[in-house]
């Protein structure tokens, strides 16, 4: 089944009891046992939920995964994957990694015994001189946020694999539209679906996937026991979203990779960060692994100052925390999504306090590029022009 089709049909379409055209919002904490004593399928909504498991069944098609888990949000999907892990385990991780993520590894790991290391993920060798007797698990986010760092996936995969270390990805930038990376030999794969599946700014979500029998049943233990699941309502706002993500998606591509190009141009703008830009740092890589440059983009003004400035003139995308909805968001991740990283690491990872994100939305991409062009004009100091692309 093509992508296109997979999208409507990939999971329960109908509903199998009355043959409405979107599966119903099961909205009950407990279902009525018939028989007594008798096992049935659904008994308690932390247990499990019609209306969850036609989403965790459409996720996991989506991502060619046998299984599929739907969470309160991207970071209950990340803690249940990475709170397994136990004491005197190690994990590597990428130094560009989601503040949120950093957060619960520096601050939970700790208080577990669990041991972490943070590379450089655009090396692959750093990702091998990182691994120890004790490391049990990989994590890899890629294109990362903010900075659309690029890791090999199927080279930290082999590396991996011939160690038997666990391999995890955060997914969420690509979605399961342009990066699957359960066929590039992932373990685990997760999105905050609050962001592109969902698509339109108004859930927090999160989905784990796995193909290994294993994994999936202690990620279903840990769903109950945690009680992190997706309520019945979210989860049928997920499956609807899920239904449009293409047609959204290639229209937020489209607009990302317009303005990328265009900013690049531009004299007051010291540095674009996008994957389909010529001159991207693993630019070949990424789209060996993925087929697009995605919706989001990062550029760096020189400033606060200027970054200040551009936020208080720019009419059209809203100034928030969170990307991948229908409309534009613009976001400052050194006070926002990385406002929990300690400010030198900050720095040296190159959040600095002129750095911008700006996920494209669905709106036309001449009126999001003038909207930024006027505001730039208000941007007083100039940046050195950029290295010339090829
Ligand atoms: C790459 C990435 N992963 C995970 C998360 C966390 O997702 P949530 O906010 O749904 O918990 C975010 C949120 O911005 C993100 O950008």
Known sequence: ???????????????????????????????????????????????????RKALEETIASLEFAKYGYAFSSGMAAISAVLLNFSHG????????????????????????????????????SSWEKAIKKNTRGIYIETPSNPLLTITD??????????????????????????????????????HSATKFINGHSDVTAGL???NDEEIAETIYKTQKMFGSMLDPYDCWLVLRGIKTMKVRMEKEVENADFIAK????????????????????????????????????????????????????????????SLGGVESILSYPYTMSHACVPEKERLELGVTNGLIRLSCGIEDKHDLLNDLLRALDHVISENRPQKKII
């Not at 830009?277 to 983009?297: C, M, P, R, Y």
């Open 262 to 321: 265009e900013l690049q141009k531009h004299s007051k703008v010291k540095a674009v960060y996008y994957p389909g830009l010529a001159n991207h740092k693993g630019k070949e890589l990424h789209f060996s692994q993925s087929s697009s440059g995605g919706a989001v983009l990062t550029f760096d003004l020189g400033s606060y100052e200027n970054a200040k400035t551009l936020f208080e003139n720019v009419t059209l995308p809203i100034v928030a925390v």
């Open 89 to 124: 385990d190690h994990v590597v991780l990428p130094k560009d990694i989601y503040g949120g993520a950093y957060q619960l590894v520096t601050e939970m790991f700790p208080k577990y015994g669990i041991e972490y290391t943070f590379v450089d993920e655009t090396n692959l």
């Open 208 to 210: 784990v996937v796995t």
């Open 153 to 190: 996936i199927k080279g930290v995969v082999m590396m991996a694999k011939q160690r038997n270390i666990l391999t995890i990805i955060d997914n969420t930038f690509m979605s399961p539209i342009y990066q699957n990376p359960i066929k590039l030999g992932v373990d685990i794969v997760i």
């Open 1 to 51: 089944m093509e992508l296109d089709t997979k999208l409507i049909h990939g999971g329960p379409l109908i509903d199998k009891y009355t043959g409405s055209s979107s599966v119903p919002i099961y909205q009950a904490s407990t279902f009525h046992q018939s028989q007594f004593a008798e096992s049935q399928e659904f008994t308690y909504t932390r247990f499990g939920n019609p209306t």
